[in-house]
C-alpha cells in the first residue's frame, strides 16, 4: 500500500487538530470550574413536622412521598448534615443513595 504526500498531509493535519482538541480540553479543565459534586437521595421518615423546614435548606430538591421527606443532596458533607440533623430530630433513615449521573449528561458534558 502507498501513501502519498496528500494522505500523509492529511494524517498530520488530523493527528495535530487530535491533539490540539485535546490540549485544549485538558487547558480549559484545568481552568474551569470545578465539578459539581455529586447528588445522593436521602430518605426519612417521622421526625415532626418542624423536620421538612429544618431540612429544607440542606437539601437541593425536597418532596414528600407517602409520608416520607425524599431529598436530592449534593456532596458527602450535605449527606451528613441532613443525617445529623434528621436522627437529631428523631427521625427515622431510610435510605441514602448515589444519583448516578445519566449517560446523556455525561455525553453532553464531555462533548461540549
Request: net charge negative.
Amino acid at each position: 500500500m502507498k501513501i502519498g504526500l496528500t494522505g500523509i498531509y492529511g494524517l498530520s493535519v488530523a493527528a495535530a487538530l487530535l491533539i490540539g482538541v485535546g490540549a485544549e480540553r485538558a487547558q480549559s479543565q484545568e481552568a474551569g470550574p470545578a465539578p459539581p459534586e455529586r447528588l445522593s437521595e436521602v430518605v426519612v421518615t417521622g421526625g415532626g413536622k418542624g423536620l421538612r423546614e429544618a431540612l429544607a435548606p440542606l437539601a437541593v430538591t425536597l418532596r414528600e412521598v407517602g409520608g416520607a421527606l425524599v431529598m436530592e443532596v449534593e456532596g458527602e458533607g450535605g449527606v451528613r448534615a441532613v443525617v445529623e440533623a434528621s436522627l437529631a430530630a428523631g427521625a427515622t433513615l431510610r435510605s441514602v443513595a448515589p444519583k448516578r449521573e445519566k449517560l446523556e449528561d455525561l455525553f453532553v458534558r464531555e462533548v461540549l
